[in-house]
């Protein structure tokens, strides 16, 4: 841990403490000699006494100071309570205008004292499910065998069923598909005259899971209620296609009665899309619409279910994220447990939890930690670990870039064929290293630094080498597993998708690469550039051609009043110069000046090129660990990582440290974990012994 | 038809008379505010995979029969023509125009620039109507951006119960191609604004009142839901959670706008399409005869149609002009076979185009002039050619006076080498009141074609 960290958080818990002293020593007093007999004159009558707790608000429990401030939720919907005179009812006597403002004024202090002291664990807000979580939802709902609408963002797409974690082996051919940028590849089985809302973009130095970015509109809300409706109408909804048809949709057999088939079936299908247990009142409401549709408009029992399935898609259940809030009663341990069903499953299958998850939180058995540890290892295990894939590693590498990078046509013709680009087989390599390392549990450690790599023949023919087989494509692309001897190769920062997707289209540009590796490897973004930055070339003009851009950087450096940021970065950037602005090797520049790619990491390794680059990440490879391990709680929690993760986050590292930093060993880590295992209203999920 | 007359005809499918009555309340509403003018409207006739160009544009009836290719490289011709007015020549292709030859502009010379890193067809189709300049959006390898009639919509859409209205005559039941291939328009990159394909469906949306029942339905159960969870959550969530209830509000809102007119609209004896599968033509004719039903009550103002979909192998049955079912991208690959099948197919749509003027003619607005004096409609592929996939020199015309925004037709106007599409978008755009500088790579208006 470096020095600087070790400070903040000794001044943080310092901080801590002498604020919770204080508290204690100030509030005791309102507490116990005010606000309590307050609450016994005017509130415990209905609110604790004799078993007797209306509105789930039992003010008989608090004890004392600390059992208040700990629920700063209820402080305030009492500070309501009073301050707007709902309580005490009409009928009970009122509190003198005196205690009222007393009381008010008491509890606000008491509210602002337990949220300062509160551990600050951010809880990630109610959120809408993104495109991709929504599409993989109702696939695997009613166990759709075609996809519901094409999803370009799933970059990598899968032919012949090459990707199964089961085997724990990637096998040593693949053949695959680039949705964004291949030919007719976002052309496939799916369910015709569905159309999809837009997609959800990736948060700034985050991910599409975020909260803050998963909003709803009207005009979003009205795609989600036509959505639904066309997915059970399309007429490839239909019992060759969908796994499920027979426990939701077929025709009941003459004679038998509908109505108690109807409930049933919907009970099953609301739990499964709710992923929590289901009160009477939402099944009564559910089956009675569908119960009259067929009564009424004399619709088919199989019509009426596609109906009452529409209904349950544009449902605030299935489409909204959410732990519940308020629970401190008996359900609250069983509550948790679903709600950690769906953090799992929604972080390693982008989906629904599936019914034996549900099952198990319905036995309250999800917390207990041997438990927790085999479904992990289960669902690490299942074909839906793709959609992990499809997700968290394009985002990551921030992928999306190499989509629109356009190398300048005259310096790189060989970058464009038969109107495709060369970037179509580039943006794959990265994603089947990702998933290879993931599949074969490798350690995470070699993202930087692998001895094998993925590539097609127009790929191996980009790096330098002498293939004597013709490259295929632009539809689908045959790629092998191939050994690499030069460790200048191997790992995801030196490939020609990163390389080329943080250059320009005639030059390199090292900040950009600089600013990449600061992120994407070590979790750290520098600040954006302030607006009154003079672009290089202006700020070099008259500068002598033949200044190498490092020359000229430098320059630049000593014109900006910016060097202190990118005394950081820079060093990054520079270190990866011998690749080029489309990934290829380069000893000298153009105007015959050699590649200076020596510098130094974090002021503390110095290295000579690319390979001592690498050298010096490894060195760091706890930092780089404990930035990606944060990527992906960021990813599975769908908020940023703050302050208060810290201690988590470290302990996640050393114990994957002890498995030599394997993938699994992290994820395991990773949801034992505080702030994966913790819920919104601050509670975790126990098993029941 | 006499100007007193206050019904106005349709004729649909299996030759029944729709009879719709011209409604003043409507026609109100349709106007422009407290003014007895009528609304402008805008509409798009989209035809798919380009036109053989020696039977449509003047002067190439000598040039080579191309070759398929996707190099996208012009078929030299011996025709030179200057930048500026010519007469309207009646090639073979055109030939249909004669009737309603006053009604229309014929515009030549005109390009878009094909980004490359897609199919030809996707982009062509997809990207026809685009607001984006090529090479300005980092989040997709189409150039495509919020389209053309949903930016016009923005401005005159708002007060109808549908800011627009998409159609396609697809009746395809595979799904053989992605939505590129589908779909021109856009409420943004990567969203597509779906199109209607099947004439059920879209008279269902116009005029039924089941639809509307069904969504209330379901609004009414997920409102319930929606309060039940909002008290299950904590405060700040039940903060955010807000949106949910103020989308549906406003659902809600326009579902009652068009209840509003829809005891309006049940008086019109339209009968509801069959749901066999029609013949292209008869199709296509009840496809356009429910967008003018569209336009002319106000339902909407904004209207596009794409008259089969980019590239699709699979065949459809045109009658009256083949005697086995075919498909037009096939022969477009093979003119050389194809070349008299292909010229009988791009008549067969400009037919049915000259049959959504006709019928736009004939609607009358409160105020004596027709729907086509009050729209702008324009006729256009995003291939110059469907065998040389060529983006340049596009087959385009423009119908209709946008409300005496847009000169009278019977002319060509031909545009100097490398004229953008993007600059016919742009002159529309203003004719419509929408004040801007720029639409996607526009270098400046058509001043020709207003008035």
Redesign the interface.
């Known amino acids: 841990m470096c020095l600087q960290r070790l400070l903040i958080l000794s001044v943080l818990s310092l901080g801590a403490c002498l604020r919770s002293g204080a508290v204690a020593s100030e509030n005791i007093d309102a507490f116990a000699t005010y606000l309590a007999p307050l609450f016994e004159a005017h509130c415990t009558k209905c609110h604790g006494e004799n078993g007797k707790v209306k509105g789930k608000v039992d003010l008989l429990s608090l004890k004392s100071v600390s059992d208040i401030s700990a629920d700063p ?1 209820l402080i ?1 919907d009492l500070i309501d309570a009073i301050d707007f005179q709902d309580m005490p009812p009409e009928d009970e006597p009122p509190l003198s205008e005196v205690d009222r403002t007393r009381a008010v004024s008491a509890l606000e202090t008491l509210l602002h004292q337990s949220l300062a002291k509160a551990d600050a664990a951010p ?1 990630t ?2 959120r809408r499910m993104n495109r991709f979580q929504y599409h993989n939802a109702v696939k695997d709902l009613f166990g759709l065998k075609v996809e519901v609408f ?1 999803l ?1 963002e799933r970059m990598c797409r899968e032919y012949d069923d090459y990707f199964q974690p089961a085997t724990g082996k990637m096998p040593d051919r693949v053949k695959v598909g680039s949705r ?2 291949g ?2 590849q ?2 496939e ?5 569905v ?5 959800d ?1 990736r948060a700034e130095h985050g991910f599409d899971t975020q909260a803050d970015h998963l ?8 795609s989600f ?2 959505l ?3 997915i059970v109408e399309s ?2 909804f239909n019992p060759a296609n969908c796994k499920e048809w027979d426990t939701y949709f077929s025709e009941p057999k003459a004679g038998e009665p509908i109505e108690p088939i109807i409930r049933d079936r919907l009970r099953r299908l609301l739990i499964l899309a709710f992923r929590r247990p289901v ?1 009477d ?2 099944l009564d ?2 089956s009675a ?1 569908v119960i009259s549709l067929t009564r009424e408009q004399g619709m088919s029992v199989s019509d009426a279910m596609k ?1 009452g399935a ?2 349950v898609l ?4 299935f489409l ?1 994220l ?1 732990d ?3 629970d401190q009663d008996e359900a609250a341990n069983r509550n948790h447990d679903f709600e950690l069903a769906s953090r799992l499953s929604f972080f390693l299958w982008g989906s629904l939890p599936d019914q034996r998850l549900l099952n198990l939180a319905e036995k309250h058995q999800l917390g207990d930690p041997e438990i927790l540890a085999a479904e992990v290892d289960r669902l690490l295990r299942d074909d839906r670990l793709k959609n992990f894939c499809d997700s968290f590693p394009s985002q990551w590498m921030q992928l ?2 190499i ?2 990078s ?1 190398p300048d046509p005259d310096q790189f013709p060989e970058f ?1 064929y ?4 060369t970037s179509m087989d580039m943006m794959l390599e990265p994603l089947l290293l990702f998933e290879t390392l993931l599949i074969e549990n490798h350690s995470v450690i070699e993202l930087i630094d692998s001895d094998f790599s993925y590539r097609s023949t127009r790929l191996r023919t980009w790096y330098g080498e002498k293939v004597d087989k013709k490259p295929d494509g632009p539809v689908t692309l045959q790629f092998e597993r191939v050994p690499l001897k030069e460790r200048r190769q191997g790992g995801i920062i030196t490939t020609a998708a990163v390389m080329t997707m943080t250059s320009g289209p005639k030059r390199t540009h090292p900040i950009t690469r600089g600013a990449w590796i600061a992120s994407t490897i070590f979790n750290d973004p520098p600040e954006p550039p302030p607006a009154d930055v003079p672009p290089l070339e202006e700020s070099t003009k008259g500068v002598p051609e033949n200044l190498t851009l490092r020359e000229r950087f430098a320059l630049h450096r000593e014109n900006a009043s910016c060097a202190g940021c990118h005394e950081k970065i820079d060093p990054l950037g520079f270190a990866l110069e011998q690749y080029g602005p489309a990934g290829k090797w380069r000893e000298v520049y153009e105007n015959g000046r050699p590649v200076d790619a020596s510098g130094e990491l974090f002021r503390r390794h110095s290295f000579k090129n690319v390979v001592g680059f690498k050298d010096a990440i490894l060195e760091e490879k706890k930092r780089f660990v404990r930035g990606f391990a944060a990527h992906l709680l960021s990813f599975a929690l769908g908020r940023p990582m703050t302050a208060s993760d810290s201690p988590a986050l470290d302990r996640i590292v050393e114990q994957a440290a002890a498995d030599d930093y394997r993938f699994h060993s992290l994820i395991h880590a990773l949801v034992a974990s505080e702030p994966f295992r913790q819920n ?2 601050g509670g975790k999920a126990l098993a029941a012994h | 038809m006499n100007p007193f007359s206050r019904r106005t005809f349709l004729r649909g499918a299996g030759g029944a008379m729709l009879s719709l009555p011209g409604f003043e309340s409507l026609a109100t509403f349709a106007g422009a505010a407290g003014a007895s003018k009528p609304a402008q409207r805008l509409a798009i006739f989209y035809v798919p995979i380009g036109v053989v160009r020696k039977a449509f544009f003047p002067g190439e009836a000598d040039a080579a029969i191309p070759k398929f290719t ?1 190099d996208q490289k012009e078929i030299p011709t011996k025709a030179s023509y200057a930048p500026g007015i010519h007469p309207l020549e009646f090639t073979p292709t055109l030939e249909p125009l004669k009737p309603i030859q006053n009604e229309v502009t014929f515009i030549t010379g005109m390009d878009r620039t094909y980004q ?5 067809h996707a982009q062509c189709g997809s990207c026809f109507l685009s607001s984006a300049a090529p ?1 300005t ?5 189409y150039p495509l951006d919020r389209t053309f009639d949903h930016i016009v919509a923005d401005q005159i859409g708002g007060a109808t119960p549908f800011r627009t209205l998409e159609i396609s005559c697809n009746s395809h ?8 291939f589908d ?1 021109i328009s856009w ?6 604004a ?1 199109s209607i ?1 099947d004439p059920r469906k879209l008279y269902r949306r116009l005029f039924g009142t089941t639809e509307i029942q ?2 209330r ?3 009414d ?2 409102l ?3 309060r ?2 909002k008290r ?7 903060e ?2 807000g ?2 209830f ?3 509000r ?2 809600e809102q ?1 579902m009652d706008k068009l209840e509003g007119m829809k005891d309006e609209l049940s008086k019109a004896k339209i009968a509801e399409p069959p749901e066999a599968l029609l013949p292209r033509g008869e199709y296509i004719r009840l496809m356009c005869d429910l967008m003018v039903a569209a336009l002319q009550t106000g339902l909407t103002r904004v209207s596009t149609l794409m008259v089969g979909p980019e590239r699709w192998n699979t065949p459809f049955t045109y009658e009256g002009l083949f005697d086995k079912p075919r498909s037009h991208h096939q022969m477009s690959h093979n003119q050389d076979k194809f070349i008299d099948d292909l010229i009988q197919l791009d008549r067969f749509h400009m037919e049915q185009f000259v049959y959504l003027v006709q019928k736009m003619a004939a609607v009358k607005e409160a105020d004596g002039s027709s729907l086509l004096d009050n729209t702008i409609l324009t006729y256009g592929s995003g291939l110059g050619d469907g065998a040389t996939h060529q983006y340049s020199d596009l087959p385009i015309i423009v119908a209709g006076r946008g409300g005496g925004t847009i000169a009278p037709g019977g002319r060509r106007l031909h545009r100097p080498e490398g004229d953008p599409l993007a600059n016919l978008w742009l002159t529309q755009a203003r004719a419509l009141g929408i004040k801007t500088e720029r639409f996607a790579d526009s270098t400046g208006e058509i001043s020709a074609l207003l008035t």
Not at chain 1, 189 to 193: A, T, W, Y
Not at chain 2, 116 to 120: A, E, I, L, P, Y
Not at chain 2, 187 to 192: A, D, L, P, R, S
Request: net charge neutral; charged share 25%.
């Open positions: 939720e305030r809880v807000p109610i094409s370009p964004p940028l030919k007719s976002l052309i089985k799916r369910l015709g005259g159309a999809a809302f837009p997609q973009l909003t709803l509109s009207p005009l979003l809300m009205e209620l036509r639904g409706k066309s007429h490839d009160e009142e939402v409401r559910y619409y109906e529409a209904a544009a449902s605030p259940r909204y959410y519940r809030g308020k999306d870039r989509v629109t356009v464009y038969a109107k495709y680009r919104a209203s | 996707s490359n890193g897609t199919d030809v090479n959006i980092t989040t997709s390898a039941k595979d799904n053989l191609e992605s939505i590129y779909n409420y943004g990159t990567g969203h597509v779906p394909r069904s969504y339905n379901i609004t159960l997920v319930e839901d929606a039940s969870l299950e959550l904590g405060r700040s969530d039940q955010k959670f949106e949910y103020d989308s549906i406003t659902i326009q």
